[in-house]
């Protein structure tokens, strides 16, 4: 059955971390974590059942902390990083740490506990990712296409390479650079890119994007006033190696070629608050999802910068004469950029939006109230991709 109506969760405590498990490729499975102040915080684990369109959810103990970001790495699916506040002699510190689900939870499954409420259980603490010299951890990427083994986490104005060990008991700070210049600076997000053999990475801070190489840890391009207030977050087109998409507290999202990085390529201005997330659908390039604290999720053609910027070509065999010229006509002028879809399920700021990493026309979006959200990319919008 597939239906378009959205399939929505509660979650009883607050919540702004969200991640598509992205070893799990056959099963559609999102993390969420909470942020309580008050009892221990969880990490939900949401295995979508699309066929019978309900959602079956474990839960696991993270009693550290609040979470502010969550990862899953992308060769294990037992694994995941977290970023935390904790406290310490009245001082909020945000660390970070790498944890193992317990094994019978590691594949999404779609048998539902008898009585999930009773079934809570724990992480297992793989290591720390020891940042006392760096300050506050912001986020932890992952090497997208790597063995699990690379990570790279951001703290305050720090970027730091980590090795984990076999294992995974232990991390290895490999390589680390620094932001220079005036005032407090901090990073807020930033993104590994799956292009360049994985060597470069981006981040944000204050109106600022910058890619960096990993190897040599040296900024490579700098988009300085990427946006008229801070920046929240960045992502990567799958398909197209310079192409970037940032958002921010400015209302708006920007697509920008990496090589020419006076103007972007293309700016939306869809929401009326601030955008906290953009995620890049990461089989069809033209399909952007947006987050904001407007409560409202929006989903994006756009096609103009795709990597399929005229659709997808036809098979002259397969035309009348009729159908060839108007086909011809199609392929000379390129689809419109255009908003598909704007989603009103939510009543809080919207701060994840993730794609599922087994069925491209799936995602989840998440509010403050801890609302979780899944919807599905509109039917007729599909076939059109697709035919």
Known sequence: MEDDAPVIYGLEFQARALTPQTAETDAIRFLVGTQS????????????????????????????????????????????????????????????????????LESGSHESPDDSSSNTQTLELLCHLDNT??????????????????I??????????????????????SSSAALEGKGQLKFTSGRWSPHHNCTQIATANDTTVRGWDTRSMRQIYCIENAHGQL?????????????LASCGDDCKVKFWDTRNVTEPVKTLEEHS???????????????????????RVILSNMVSISSEPFGH?????????????????????????????TYEEHEDSVYAVEWSSADPWLFASLSYDGRLVINRVPRALKYHILL
């Open 37 to 104: 102040l008050r009892y221990d915080n969880q990490i939900h684990i949401i295995d979508f059942d699309d066929e019978n369109n309900i959602i079956n959810k474990n839960v696991l103990l993270h009693q550290v902390g609040e979470i502010w970001h969550i990862s899953t790495s992308p060769a294990d699916k037992g694994v995941l990083a977290t970023c935390y506040n904790k406290t310490s002699d009245t001082k909020v510190m945000t660390c970070a740490a790498v944890w193992r689900m317990p094994k019978e």
């Open 133 to 150: 010299a760096h300050g506050n951890m912001a986020c932890v990427m992952w090497e997208p296409m790597g063995d699990g083994k690379k």
């Open 231 to 243: 920046v929240r977050d960045l992502d990567f087109n799958p398909n197209k190696q310079y192409y």
């Open 273 to 295: 608050h601030w955008v906290w997330n953009v995620r890049y659908n990461h089989s069809h390039d033209q399909l952007i999802l947006t987050g904001s604290s407007d409560s």
């Open 313 to 341: 070509m036809v098979d002259d065999d397969e035309l009348s004469d009729q159908e060839e010229q108007h086909q011809e006509e199609k392929i000379k002028e390129p689809l419109q950029d255009s908003v598909i879809a």
């Open 152 to 173: 790279i986490s951001l703290a305050d104005n720090n970027i730091l390479l980590w090795d984990l060990q076999e294992s995974s008991d232990k991390a290895v700070l």
